[in-house]
Structure formats: C-alpha cells, structure tokens
Nanobody, 115 residues
Framework: QVQLVESGGGLVQAGGSLRLSCAASGYSFTVLTMAWYRQVPGSEREFVAG???????KYVDSVEGRFTISRDNRRNTVSLQMNDLKPEDTAVYYCNAKVVQRNFWGQGTQVTVSS
C-alpha cells in the first residue's frame, strides 16, 4: 500500500501562486509514477500533471506553462508549483501514485482562486 498526504492548499487571488506537496510512504518512491489530479463538484476527476520515474513530465493543456511538477526522491515527495492561478483552477487537488497498474490517492487539498 502507498500512503499519500497532501499539503499546501488554500485561498489565493487570481494571478497568485500556491505550492502543493505530497509525501509518500509505504512503497519504494523511485518506482512510483506520481501525478496530480483535480476535481470540482459534479465533474470527473481531471488529470493535471504527472512525473514519471525517469523525470519526464506531462501536463494538461490548460496548465501548461503555469504549473510545474517535480519530485524529490530523497524526501519521497512530489510537488506542484502553481503560478498565475485562475478562478477556473479552483478544485480539490489529489495526489496520485501509480505502480504495477494500481492507483493510490491522497485525501485531497482544497485550492480556491478568487477573482
């Protein structure tokens, strides 16, 4: 089992920045594909950004150039730096770990962007 604990959400004005962090435990972090998803009430959970074991990254088009995902294999953490935030970025953000075709989720952290 992989345990994931997110932190760093909050309320910010449009154009501001937030940094989300996720601490992983219970599995060898270096073999985990890590990602961030987000969800608003009444909608499907949406992929936001992912980082693979080789460090390659992938982003949804709507955050490309504004968000940066990174991982620290010594501290077993993955972070999401979010800049130039927009009201449409408001959601609950979930940390995701994938290994051997299994998905694990954190409890989620609320990000609210006011206009």
């Amino acid at each position: 089992q992989v345990q994931l604990v997110e932190s760093g959400g909050g309320l910010v004005q449009a154009g501001g920045s937030l940094r989300l962090s996720c601490a992983a435990s219970g599995y060898s972090f270096t073999v985990l594909t890590m990602a961030w998803y987000r969800q608003v009430p009444g909608s499907e959970r949406e992929f936001v950004a992912g980082i693979y074991v080789n460090g390659a990254t992938k982003y949804v088009d709507s955050v490309e150039g504004r968000f940066t995902i990174s991982r620290d294999n010594r501290r077993n953490t993955v972070s999401l730096q979010m800049n130039d935030l927009k009201p449409e970025d408001t959601a609950v953000y979930y940390c995701n770990a994938k290994v051997v075709q299994r998905n694990f989720w954190g409890q989620g952290t609320q990000v609210t962007v006011s206009s």
